[in-house]
Each structure stands twice: as C-alpha cells, then as structure tokens.
C-alpha cells in the first residue's frame, strides 16, 4: 500500500480513479491522452499510484478485446456497460500488468456495486485460475479485424505480429538535448529535411511543434504552420519554452497562403491514420476505420499538391506520416516538377519501402512512420 493524503491511500483508490477514466472513455468517447492527466492532476496520488493509474488506463485501453475475450469465456449473459469496464480492469491486471490475483480480483470487486458484486468476484476468479483461450490472432492482439487483416496484407505475418505486439507496450521516453519528448522516429524526420542555416523552412502540419522546433536548433528559419488556431497556440508554447527561431501562422495547408517558391525546404507531417502510433494513442484503434484511412489519402494528396509549388527549384520535400499503409504514403504519386531523392538513407533504423523509408515499430523500438523524400527540379 503506497501513503497519501487522508481518504486517499492505496492502490484501490487509484483503481477507482483508472476505473472512472475508464467509464469516461468507453461511455463518452473522451480521449485517453486528455483524460488521464486530469484524473491525475492535484497530488491526490503518490507518484506510484499515479503510474499505476497510467498505466491501467492505457493498457486495459489498448487490450480492451483481447480482456473481453479472456472474460467472455465465462460469461452466459452480457453484462451492462459499467459492468464491462470492471471486468476489463481486473482482467488487465491479472492476464497483461501482472498483479497478484489476490489484489486484482479483491480491489476490483470492492469498486462494483452490490447486485453485480458476486458476479465479477466469480468471473475475475475463473480468469485468475485459467490460461487465456484466444479466439484468433486479432483478438490476442486486441485490434478490429479490419486493422489485422491490413498489417498482414502490407507487412506479412510476422512483422505484422511483431509490429502489433510491440505496439501493446507503452513507449519509452525519448528526450532531445533540449529537453523536448519526442519519439526517435519523429526526430529522424526532422533530421531527414537537412535543415541549414539561414534557409527558409516552412512545417506545414505543424502541431504540437517539436519537428519544427527541431528543424530550427539547425540554424535555419521556420514557419510552422497549422490549421485550428488551438493547435497553433500549442506549437507557440512549445517554441517560446524552448527560445527556437520559428514563426507561428494559422493556415490551411491546402490552401497555404505563401509565395511560390518560397522555401528552401517544405515538411508535410501529414494527418494521417496514426497505425504506427497505436501504443501512445491507446484508443486510436478503436476510433478509425478502413473507410478513415481512404479519405485521409485524398487529404495527403492534396496537401502535398498544395504545398509542392512553395519549393524553390532545387529545394526539398518531405513527406511523413505515423502510419504503415501504403494508400497514405508510397501510393501517392510523385509531385509535378520533382523526382524522389533516394540518393543516401536518411539518418536512423529505415528500410527501403517503394519510393520511400519505413520503420517498424519493432525495428527499433519507436512509432512506425513512412517517409518520403522528393527534390524539386532546378
């Protein structure tokens, strides 16, 4: 038991702040990334208690079918709602977080209400006394069928489990020389665009800041750019905390309201699916469809025939997205007046992929990300 402020001292009252989070996002389609960090705000919780609440958000988020499979083995009538989410917090921790079946069934009960009480003692007993029985690999992976089904079409069978797998697990904490967290994978892509002193470099999805941040400690100017207004006030925090050189402007980057070859290097950090980011955005899975992943293509292409025409002749662009689908990445074709810059890697652990690069998520231990290169004709 970890020690607190009076009314809130142990484990089981961090299960009832993960157990009303949980409600939030299952109930009310919240997001898990906004409302853990309320349910921690206030020194309510010891540090201990905190990651212990993160980390049975996050993870009973993301295991959210493969709990429903180790429970439903044992039960005969579906359980309501609120019910549901109980039984998935306490099969979290005794199939996935590993805690002792003493506490992850005991705790969990003691949060159900009386009438429902014994029927969630007698399941989490029989989940505690049994091995998982998984009824398909998409299921043990917890993904919709759809998203299993295009991770093996795309990738193969084993990376697409490898990939999967390493996405169940949280992510490890990369932190730039300057303070700034961000994933080894967002930070080769914006070493990839070869910022250099004095250049004119325009980031043309740019929240929450840190590639454009990046791409300014090289010495060049930035103009990072974003369509809501909110998202352009996140990238200013991020430049003022960090003192970098870039200019903050509100714009559709489908409709960027710059000079023609304006820049000496132009960045589309594309909205995209986010398939290669699943383990830091825990619902993503559950939130996009097939039918999302087609109409973001249609996005993509025309922010980048938007923005190719601001490339000075000879200038670069680039080209990323958190995804592995090829519809949002290699199927896209060549800009007008560009040819693709295959000349040497870029910096980190890439393979070769079309006309492109692409990381795995369990190549080295990062997001999964495409990137494409293209260099305007002189």
């Known amino acids: 038991m970890s020690s607190g402020p009076v009314g809130v001292t142990s484990t089981d009252s961090a299960r009832k702040v993960a157990y009303d989070a949980l409600r939030r996002i299952e109930s009310q389609g919240a997001y898990a990334n906004i409302v853990v960090p309320a349910a921690l705000a206030g020194d309510r919780l010891s540090s201990a208690d905190r990651r212990f609440v993160t980390d049975l958000v996050y993870g009973t988020t993301r295991m959210r079918r493969a709990c429903d499979a180790t429970v439903d083995r044992f039960v005969l009538t579906p359980p309501d709602d ?10 979290y921790q005794l199939v996935f977080a590993g805690v002792a079946p003493h506490a992850a069934v005991g705790e969990t009960v003691a949060l159900a209400p009386k009438r429902v009480r014994g029927f969630v003692n007698a399941v989490l007993r029989k989940v505690a006394a049994s091995q998982p029985e998984w009824p398909s690999e998409a299921a043990r992976l917890s993904v919709p069928d759809w ?8 990738l193969g069978e084993l990376d697409a489990r490898l990939a999967l ?4 697990e949280a992510p490890p904490v990369s932190e730039r020389a300057d303070g700034y967290v961000q994933d080894l994978s967002s ?17 043309l999805c740019a929240a929450p800041g840190g590639k454009a941040t990046a791409m300014a400690t090289d010495g060049a100017f930035v ?13 200013a925090e991020n430049v003022a905390r960090l003192g970098s050189f870039v200019g903050v402007v509100v714009a559709d980057g489908r409709h960027p309201p710059f000079a023609a070859d304006r820049f000496d290097a132009v960045l589309i950090d594309a909205p995209c699916s986010g398939l290669g980011a ?8 559950w939130r996009i469809s097939a039918d999302d992943v087609t109409e973001l293509a249609v996005l993509q292409a025309e922010l980048i025939s938007a923005a190719a025409p601001l490339v000075r002749p000879g200038g670069r662009l ?10 949002e990445s290699i199927d896209h074709s060549v800009p007008d007046g ?17 006309s492109g690069w692409r990381v795995l998520p369990h190549d080295a231990d990062t997001d999964g990300m495409v990137l494409l290169r293209y260099r305007r004709r002189s």
Not at 82 to 91: K, N, Q, S, Y
Not at 147 to 154: D, L, M
Not at 165 to 168: S, V
Not at 278 to 285: E, N
């Open 223 to 235: 103009v990072a750019a974003d369509v809501r207004p909110s998202r352009c006030r996140l990238v």
């Open 147 to 154: 998203i299993h089904e295009r991770f093996v079409s795309e």
């Open 278 to 285: 699943l383990r830091r955005r825990p619902d993503a899975r």
């Open 165 to 168: 797998e390493r996405m169940n």
């Open 82 to 91: 609120a019910t549901r989410t109980l039984l998935r917090l306490g099969a």
């Open 318 to 327: 680039v080209y990323s997205v958190c995804t592995l689908t090829a519809a």
């Open 338 to 354: 560009f040819d693709v810059d295959s000349s040497e890697p870029p910096a980190g652990t890439w393979r070769r992929y079309g």
């Open 187 to 203: 930070q080769w892509v914006a070493a990839a665009v070869e910022a250099r002193p004095g250049e004119r470099v325009l980031d």
